[in-house]
């Protein structure tokens, strides 16, 4: 009868443990998921007033993204859309990099991507050099 009890209770443990293993990292994942789906597009001014990045909210069958769009301040006139996008999910920030008119991009799955303001126009590169912060 002992056996039998201790057989039970080990079996009962073991699937405790089991949904456990397998139900936390699900639920985990599903508010993972959630939070990207509540992303929040924030508008932002350049050091100098000179620019507003608007980030973009894109919902498509396959998950959230964002992006990013530069206008005038002065004039509304759109200078730049960025036709990239990035998964909200591994999104940690879309933002003008201090100081200057470069946007930094820092993401989870592609790393840091800059798009930095070249001779009047914003060029995708993976490093601020190119800048011209200050034309």
Excluded at 2 to 18: T, Y
Excluded at 36 to 45: A, G, K, V, W
Excluded at 56 to 61: A, F, M, R, V
Excluded at 106 to 128: P, Q
Aim: charged share 25%; glycine share 6%.
């Amino acid at each position: 009868m002992k056996k039998r009890h201790l057989l039970f209770g080990i079996i009962v443990l073991l699937c405790i443990v089991g949904i456990l293993y397998f139900a936390i990292p699900i639920i985990a994942h599903k508010w993972i998921v959630s939070e990207s789906m509540d992303f929040q597009p924030e508008t932002l001014i350049s050091f100098d007033n000179k620019y507003v990045l608007h980030q973009l909210k894109y919902d498509e069958p396959t998950g959230t993204f964002a992006s990013f769009a530069i206008d005038s301040r002065d004039t509304g006139e759109r200078l730049f859309l960025c036709h990239e996008k990035y998964r909200t999910l591994d999104l940690k920030s879309i933002s003008w990099e201090d100081g200057s008119y470069t946007v930094t991009v820092i993401s989870g799955d592609v790393g840091t991507i800059y798009y930095c303001r070249v001779e009047g126009i914003w060029v995708k590169s993976d490093k601020t050099e190119t800048n011209d912060s200050y034309n």
